[in-house]
């Protein structure tokens, strides 16, 4: 069974097809991304997923149960997450303190039940904000505040605010999306550690080919808002439907 699924989904905006009859799915521990021209639907399918716009048609299944009836933070309780909003820190306290929080409130964690019945459970949220930061490259600047780090160490802690909550699947859109090239490589870097360390699941937004290829297990591409092709990063390089849909994108 897939983690996540979506069947014949479609989502218009007035007489705008954002997403069109799309049907995906990712399977536990791949590593899938989703690329496509400006305004393929990318986006509009990412917050389907997370259920912040409610599709025209189709069903949308994690872990095999539709999860069209929930709203945003129950699907976050269920074990998707998204990061690199930038909502997510409080950037008065210090790094370690919003680990703790993400990690206090991620209540499909492994801890879930000691929280709620052993004295020691803040000792367990405390062991996965260590481990946290210690995976996104943070643990030496855990007392700074949040907004004290530069740009790159805060979506650093955005990516282990997601992490905190141990989610089954997580979204990541645009992850470096306004860094320099030195914080695009070792963002590039962080989730490849994290990939290597943890049993992770993604789906990832990006306009950076590189990274898309060097990252991803499988690739999804969109274009006006249909799935013109799916495979791994050496098919999907050769595809012609591909280049055309790039390179034909300013004749349209
Ligand atoms: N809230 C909305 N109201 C009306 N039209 C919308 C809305 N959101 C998206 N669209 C339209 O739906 C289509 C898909 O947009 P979407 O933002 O999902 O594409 P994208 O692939 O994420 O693009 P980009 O790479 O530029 O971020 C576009 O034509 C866009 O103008």
Do not use: C
Not at 68 to 73: A, E, I, Q, T, Y
Not at 174 to 186: D, F, L, N
Not at 201 to 227: A, C, K, Q
């Amino acid at each position: 069974m897939p983690l996540l699924e979506t069947e014949n989904l479609v989502k218009r905006f007035g007489g705008v097809t954002a997403t069109d009859d799309v049907s995906v799915s990712i399977e536990s521990n791949e590593r899938v991304s989703l690329i496509g021209p400006n305004g393929a639907g990318k986006s509009t399918l990412i917050n389907l997923i997370t259920r912040r716009l409610d599709p025209t048609e189709g069903e949308i299944r994690f872990n095999g149960e539709s999860i069209l009836g929930l709203k945003p933070h129950d699907v976050v309780q269920r074990g998707v997450s998204k990061s690199f909003q930038t909502a997510s820190i409080f950037p008065q306290l210090p790094v370690i303190d919003n680990a703790r929080i993400a990690a206090l409130g991620a209540e499909h964690g492994a801890f879930r039940l000691n929280l709620l019945s052993r004295l020691d459970s803040y000792d367990e949220v405390d062991a996965v904000a260590r481990e946290t930061l210690q995976d996104v490259g943070l643990w030496a600047e855990r007392e700074t505040a949040a907004a004290d780090l530069p740009y790159g160490d805060k979506r650093r802690l955005e990516l282990g605010i997601a992490l905190a909550a141990e989610p089954d699947l997580l979204l990541m859109d645009e992850p470096t999306a306004g860094m320099s090239p030195e914080e695009t490589a070792a963002t590039v870097e962080l989730i490849e550690n994290v990939k290597a360390e943890r049993d992770l699941t993604f789906l990832l937004v990006e306009h950076d080919m590189e990274i898309v290829m060097n990252i991803s297990d499988r690739i999804i591409v969109l274009d006006r808002g249909s799935v013109i092709a799916q495979g791994t990063p050496e098919e999907i390089r050769e595809s012609e439907r591909v280049q055309d849909a790039y390179l034909g994108g300013a004749d349209r």
